[in-house]
């Protein structure tokens, strides 16, 4: 038994937490329905074998709508955007991977961290904390890992070659709740470097039900990308719902972009986030969508992976960035660029002058479909320059966390030209919220079950296999905060230091993790 690991100390507080999982969770059950048995592919349209196309009529309504009687600010905004973009990209371009900022987590713990690191991660929206794990401790999670996907054969993965199941190389696997898992999402250096990533948002009202001092804990996949893989090809894209974003019912609910449609892209605060607490991300019910509000996605690496080994790459342009992606359907060339084919356009296409606002709105948003993220293609984006503007994030070792803005264009390397596998645990960065915490009811009750966590495809999932993370293990290995980052454990809405609005959104955390 994992109690018999602990102190005695110790072994007197897990009751608090494994006897509640055992009773008062399974009594206030949260009423929800598995979504359809399904994998990472799902979660985008070029995997899923779609076509970027025209959306309903009805989206044409909607965008005229969106920017109802601010035209000429919007026409305007997009001139001055695009001129921003030629000095910024160029930068890019000539900086490479060198302008993604670099913390170490020994300088976080200590609170040294310089005023350089912070203003360029508020302004790229990327960065690498080093070190967030010991070397040693997460390559023995990774054999942890690769023993429990042998000890478990039925484990589900997806090579993007064939829709045939299991994959004879799978990339992905629909994995949740496996010891290592487990351990990284709850490890106390983890929920501190998250709670310093966290800490680059704000609240312009006080009183907003969020706590940024608080992580909790989104059960997500973990890849193990094999050298000369070619298939796990994933091109530019954000997270988050794709039509969500110009839908008044998914980001318009908390005017997210607001300042964009009034066609004052300079003002929209990316790292603003009471105007995100209403927002919905998933309207359209997707297989792999997230319903959770993550300020930054995230992975921890568990290798030593380089540029064109089978990483990560990423626009850092952030604000910039995103008003061109959430304008662009509005906007249309007058004349075609030279060679369409092209990956990289002349100026004279690319001059504000060679486009005009749509005199009608049409049901285009460039790769936007429901049910999926938001893709992102050199034709349909010229200019982001995404050939060049898309960068690999540097080299990174066993333990070092990698995180982007949850607003981020990213990508995947189209071909793993190493020599050794690139393996991550996806561990986004999220904070507490009300609806947050109403997601953390449902992903226990899930872990319970050792079925996949809610926004995944369902099926039985783990809950069959052989050597599956218990609430005992839980108790073991994680601190109290860990446990309360999982919905295991009351979170402490009578600490000292609270703000009137942290207080608020704990107790009301507590109320729907069915802590009352």
């Not at 055992?22 to 979504?35: E, G, I, L, V």
């Not at 997500?220 to 091109?235: E, Q, S, V």
């Not at 993550?294 to 540029?307: A, D, F, I, K």
Request: hydrophobic share 35%; aromatic share 8%; glycine share 8%.
């Amino acid at each position: 038994m994992a109690s018999a690991l602990l102190n005695p100390a110790r072994r007197r507080a897990i009751p608090s937490a494994a006897n509640f999982v055992r009773t008062a969770a399974t009594a206030t059950k949260p009423s929800s329905t598995q979504k359809r048995a399904g994998d990472i592919s799902d979660a985008f349209a070029s995997l899923s074998g779609q076509e970027f196309k025209p959306l309903d009529p009805s989206y044409a309504l909607l965008k005229k709508n969106l920017i109802a009687g601010h035209e000429d600010a919007v026409r305007a905004s997009w001139d001055r955007l695009l001129k921003t973009l030629q000095n910024e990209v160029a930068t890019i371009v000539a900086s490479g991977s060198n302008v993604i900022p670099e913390v170490e987590y020994s300088d976080i713990a200590k609170a040294q961290v310089s005023k350089q690191f912070e203003e360029e991660h508020r302004k790229r929206g990327v960065a690498i904390v080093r070190g967030v794990i010991d070397e040693k401790e997460i390559l023995g999670w990774k054999e942890e890992l690769r023993e429990y996907i042998r000890r478990n054969p039925h484990t589900k993965g997806k090579c993007l070659a064939s829709a045939t199941f299991p994959a004879d190389n799978p990339q992905v696997y629909e994995l949740y709740w496996s010891p290592a898992q487990m351990r990284a999402r709850t490890h106390a250096n983890l929920l501190q470097a998250q709670r310093y990533i966290l800490s680059f948002w704000h609240s312009r009202l006080p009183s907003a039900n969020v706590s940024l001092a608080h992580p909790t804990a989104y059960a997500d996949r973990l890849r193990m990308r094999l050298p000369g893989d070619a298939r796990f090809a994933l091109g530019p894209h954000v997270d988050g719902g794709s039509v969500e974003r110009w839908d008044p019912a998914g980001y318009g609910r908390g005017g997210v972009y607001d300042a964009v449609w009034q066609g004052k892209w300079e003002e929209f605060d990316p790292w603003e986030s009471s105007c995100r607490l209403d927002a919905i991300s998933d309207l359209h019910a997707g297989v792999g969508a997230c319903s959770m509000f993550r300020m930054s996605q995230g992975w921890l690496s568990m290798s030593n992976t380089g540029p064109f080994e089978g990483t990560l790459l990423v626009n850092p342009l952030l604000a910039k960035a995103t008003a061109y992606y959430l304008l662009r359907p509005f906007f249309t060339p007058k004349k075609p660029p030279t060679d369409p084919k092209s990956e990289v356009f002349e100026p004279a296409f690319l001059d504000p002058s060679n486009w005009t606002m749509e005199p009608e709105p049409s049901s285009w948003i460039q790769g936007a479909t429901p049910g999926h993220g938001q893709e992102l293609r050199a034709a349909l984006h010229p200019h982001l320059d995404l050939s060049r503007t898309m960068v690999h994030v540097p080299r990174v070792k066993p333990g070092d966390y990698v995180v982007w803005h949850c607003d981020t264009i990213h990508a995947v390397d189209k071909v793993h030209a190493g020599s050794s596998d690139s393996s991550v645990l996806y561990i986004p960065t999220c904070p507490l919220t009300v609806e947050n915490a109403k997601y953390l009811a449902k992903q226990r009750q899930n872990f319970l079950e050792g079925i996949p966590s809610p926004d995944f495809g369902g099926g039985e999932g783990e809950s069959n296999h052989i050597g599956r993370h218990t609430v005992e293990e839980a108790a073991a290995y994680s601190g109290p905060e860990g446990l309360r980052a999982m919905g295991l454990l009351k979170w402490d809405d009578e600490a000292s230091g609270l703000s009137l609005g942290e207080k608020a959104t704990l107790r009301k955390a507590n109320e729907a993790l069915g802590f009352a």
